[in-house]
Structure formats: C-alpha cells, structure tokens
C-alpha cells in the first residue's frame, strides 16, 4: 500500500484554513453592510442626559435629534453625502484642532439657499488622523452638537445663492481628534424663512 506523500496533509490544511479565512471575510463583511444598511437613527433621551450632564460637556444634540451611527470615515462620508444631498445649507469641510487646553471646531459652509441664513446648527462627528472615531466630548462620545451662537461671531450672515462661511467653535474634550464630518440640521433666514431636518 502506497504512503501519501507528506506534503499533502500540510497542503489540505493550507488549503483549509484560506478557505475559512475567505469565508470568514466576505461572512463578516456581508454582516458589517447589513448592519450599515441603515445607519440614520435618533439621539435617545438616555444618549442626550448621560451626554449633557457630564462635567464640563460641549454642546450636545437633543433628544430626538437624527444623527449617524459611528461608521469608518470613508463610509461615514459617503453616507453624510448621501443624508445632506441637494440640501440648502451645505458643510464642504470639517475639521479638529486641539491646543494645550481647548480644541476647535471648524466647519467650510455653504449657502445654497435664495435667503440669507442668520443661524445654524447641526452635528459634528470626531476621527483621529487614522480615520478611527475619536473622542469629541465629555462623555467619550464621538460626536457633538454645533451651533451659530456657540461661536465668537455674533453677527451670522451666510448670503445666500453660494454664499461661504466659516465656522469656529471652541471645544474642550477633543483629545486627538483631527479630521470630521457634519451634517445641519436647522437653519433660519432673515426673512423669516426656516428649515429643519425631518
């Protein structure tokens, strides 16, 4: 009776564990994607109260506020994309700045509106240079509420039809956070005009 040669156990098992391996991945991936299938949800009165009632906490979104769930950067972005598509107040840029004791926010505005836009507000979502989720406000939540009248401007008047503004808000638990992405979710015009997201 003739012997296998050697290499075929170590072959079969090679062979084996790529197969597991690839199964494992495209298994994975396929949960991961039914899981950010629908990533839109809500800001609980349980999310708003364990985020506004920590010490010291930035601006916080309230409850019933519609945000996005943590997703990667990239996926985040598009999906941001996705959500804000042919809105009237548009967030071309984000970004976090952090210093020896406060950080920033900063947000690239555009007025796509036929009205002049007076006050804003939104959420802001934190990453680390690496695109991971990061740290943005007292609580360790990766996400924050930005407003018009948390900034230094006082004076808010986006032109409209193109009109660009820049938005600066001062943060204090930023950490490392560096590269963002932000959505409004309600502005108000001169003339009285309004829009909220629904």
Not at 28 to 34: K, Q
Not at 69 to 90: N, S
């Amino acid at each position: 009776m003739k012997k296998s040669p050697r290499w075929r156990l170590p072959l079969i098992v090679g062979l084996a564990l790529l197969a597991g391996i690839a199964i494992g991945f495209v298994v994975g991936r396929a949960m991961l994607e039914a899981k950010w299938s629908n990533p839109l949800g809500v800001v609980s009165p349980a999310d708003y109260k364990r985020s506004s009632e920590a010490k010291d906490a930035d601006p916080t979104p309230p409850a019933g506020a519609k945000r996005l769930a943590i997703l990667p950067f990239v996926r985040m972005r598009q999906e941001a994309a996705k959500l804000t598509k042919g809105e009237p107040l548009e967030v071309t840029l984000t970004s976090f700045g952090n210093g020896e004791t406060t950080g920033e926010l900063h947000l690239m505005m555009r007025n796509h509106a036929a009205c002049k836009i007076t006050s804003y507000s939104g959420i802001a979502y934190a990453y680390d240079a690496r695109g991971r989720p990061a740290k943005a406000n007292a609580a360790g939540e990766s996400y924050l509420a930005f407003r018009s009248n948390a900034t230094e401007d006082k004076d808010i008047g986006i032109e409209p039809n193109g009109g660009k503004h820049i938005h600066a808000q001062v943060l204090k638990h930023t950490d490392i956070a560096s590269l963002g992405v932000a959505h409004v979710d309600a502005y108000a015009c001169a003339d009285g005009t309004k829009w909220a997201r629904q």
